[in-house]
């Protein structure tokens, strides 16, 4: 084996193209983790360990995820074989617990230089290898405003970049939310699904009461309506409404698919490769939903070009993906930061089909873009 000879982890800070208003946060940029690994060889590999809106999403921020890895995780992975990569990520959970967007990018870097060194792509490195080569892809509308919202809609769906909409919901009462999302449903009508996305704000009270509602409107499913800890409620839920709820920040791995699949906690998983920690427990996630009869859907932490395609990798994996994906983290930022953009058209992803992941990083606009960059900016 040629160990790994440097392992650089940097944060890039790049503006979105509007304001994306979530219940927990309002996002005016992102800030995308990027962890490039060489190893003796030369071979690199490049991951991304991307959350949202700095600690309000989740447990990890930014700065924490480039803490993670380059103290704890760097001088774990120095004395492990990157060809190896199960056993690595194994080697590195006896010593670092949680963590897991930290883990995801690190896992996705050793992926990405395995699928190099063999010439295939990271998806046919991930269970039985690809069953797919695209995957239908949603849009968030949370601009903030119902009318710039539909026509936002409108725009995409006449360039056909997409027919799945999820609005975000919970920041105001649950029936000026509904109220919103209602008018968005009546103008897409029968030319788009809509669903929406919680994010953790209602009680199970407000859920009942806004699960009906929206039901009536028309919206296809309710991401993560109450606390991701609370799977009784959820489970209740499920059981009482049609429209079916969809578990995203319950869902932080394998254990958690188990407890809410036996508990039938939720109709839906939102299989996310950074808060399961990575691509292959992801794929443990999926396979505990197939065998629970749960549907899947391919989720976002709204990352850049690298942990977009690492996602994409996953999902064409999966034998069923029955409610698309969301993996359109790029199309929200101002800068590409691959050299080629992914390509997304006919309501599409197009899964890269190079080795590794497929993408490489754009050198001099991530030089410009890094946090730490030390030359003075002129524009
Ligand atoms: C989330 O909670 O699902 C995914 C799409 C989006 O707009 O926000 C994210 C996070
Ligand atoms: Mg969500």
Request: aromatic content about 4%.
């Amino acid at each position: 084996m040629a160990p790994i000879g440097e392992i650089d982890t940097f944060i890039v800070d790049v503006p979105t193209i509007r304001p994306h208003v979530l219940a927990m946060t309002t996002m005016r940029h992102q800030s995308i983790v990027l962890v490039r690994i060489r190893d003796a060889d030369g071979i690199e590999g490049v991951g991304e360990g991307t959350t949202i809106g700095g600690l309000s999403y989740g447990e990890e921020s930014p700065e924490s995820i480039k803490l993670a890895i380059d103290t704890y995780i760097a001088p774990i992975l120095k004395t492990c074989d990157p060809t190896r990569v199960g056993l690595a990520m194994a080697t590195i959970g006896k010593s670092v617990a949680g963590n897991h967007i930290a883990k995801c990018a690190v896992e996705t870097a050793l992926l990405d230089m395995a699928g190099r060194r063999l010439g295939i792509p990271v998806s046919e490195l991930i269970g039985g290898g690809r069953v797919r080569d695209r995957l239908p892809v949603a849009w968030t509308l949370a601009s903030g405003d119902t009318g710039r919202d539909i026509e936002e809609a409108e725009r995409v769906l006449t360039a056909r970049r997409h027919r799945i909409f999820k609005l975000k919901i919970g920041k105001h009462a649950v029936r000026d939310d509904v109220a919103h999302v209602a008018e968005i449903k009546r103008a897409i009508g029968d030319r788009g699904s809509v669903r929406v996305d919680v994010n953790q704000h209602w009680s199970e009270a407000q859920a009942d009461l806004g699960m009906r509602m929206l039901q009536d409107a028309g919206v296809d499913l309710v991401e993560q309506p109450v606390r991701r800890g609370d799977i009784s409620a959820m489970a209740r839920l499920s059981a009482k409404h049609i429209i079916p709820l969809m578990a995203d920040e319950a869902l932080h791995g394998p254990l958690d698919a188990f407890a809410i699949a036996s508990r039938a906690g939720a109709r839906i998983f939102a299989v996310k490769i950074a808060q399961s920690g990575g691509l292959l427990p992801a794929h443990a996630v999926a396979t505990i939903a197939q065998a629970a009869g749960v549907g899947l859907y391919g989720g976002t932490m709204l990352e850049a070009g690298v942990g977009t395609a690492a996602s994409a990798h996953l999902c064409a994996t999966l034998p069923s993906l029955e409610w698309g994906t969301e993996l359109f983290g790029p199309l929200l930022l101002t800068e590409e930061i691959l050299a080629e953009p992914l390509r997304y058209a006919d309501f599409e992803l197009e899964v890269p089909d190079g080795p590794g992941l497929g993408v490489t990083l754009d050198a001099d606009r991530v030089d410009f873009y890094r946090r730490d960059r030390v030359a003075p900016r002129l524009h």
